[in-house]
């Protein structure tokens, strides 16, 4: 198998969506991966002052957020089912906007290599696939499996893993899309055991997907290695990610609040769990 080496001192890595849950918990866990991060949001983080509050269509404003990056970690964008509207600005022209600083910023460089991207894709730009029973035998699901979005958030998640294929063939423009799953502190619910992706998993498959060698456009799962697991991990680990927990420590209390996953429950059937009937909460 083979591991990522450390990057080779600090390295530089612009956090997009740096005031959300996921940016402030990798905030807390990424430096101690060696890197240092320039922070962006649309909103002002506020125990850090130095952060750039600027939204993903202000060009001009990525464009300098990303000059003398090694990487982009890219989690801004709305996270939740919205309208096709606002998903459009927000997840569908914001991505696009920084693809295009990206490769600005290659074509400046004397090497004209664009810093790598790492994008936050969802489990929901699959989440209309049926929920795999592999307590039955059933296989896990391979990264390859047909795109199936769940909600207009998982399509722009769809449109974010063309973008970066897109990208890459035709301007050699690096990007691991990584389908997380559901990265909280603990799973919530019982889908989640099968989903979860701890946050030290978190840092960790980050860490690979900005350090691996040669990514080319990968997709990925993000998944910690959960006893319930649905989704094939090999080309996360192929990074050289090596999860470390399991949501199974929940199962008795989840289990005991939720009961079983039910064919009665239509949130239950598919992937994506509730998303399947969600509709916009996204608050702003
Ligand atoms: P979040 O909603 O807590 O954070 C997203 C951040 O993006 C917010 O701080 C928001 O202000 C910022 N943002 C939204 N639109 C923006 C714009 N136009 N310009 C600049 N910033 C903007 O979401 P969370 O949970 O931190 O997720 C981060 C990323 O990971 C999102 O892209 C989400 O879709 C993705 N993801 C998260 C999962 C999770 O379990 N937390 C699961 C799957 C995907
Ligand atoms: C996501 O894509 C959301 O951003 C996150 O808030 C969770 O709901 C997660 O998926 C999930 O599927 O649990």
Redesign the pocket.
Known sequence: MSVSPPPPGPRTILLTGAAGGLGTLMRELLPEHGYELRLLDVRPIPDAPDAIVADLNDTEALREAVRGVDGVLHLAGI??ESTFDKILESNIKGTYHLYEAVRAEGESRADGVAPRIVFAS???AVGFTPRPRTEDGAPLVPVETLRRPDTYYGLSKSFGEDLAQFYWDKFGQETVSVR???CFKEPTDVR?MS?WMSPADGARLFHAALSAENVGHTVVYGSSANTRLWWDLTSARALGYEPQDDSEEYAENLLAEFGPLSDENPAHLYM??R?INDPPIWPY
């Open positions: 996270s939740l969802s489990n929901h997380i799953g559901s989640m989903v994506g769990g998303f």
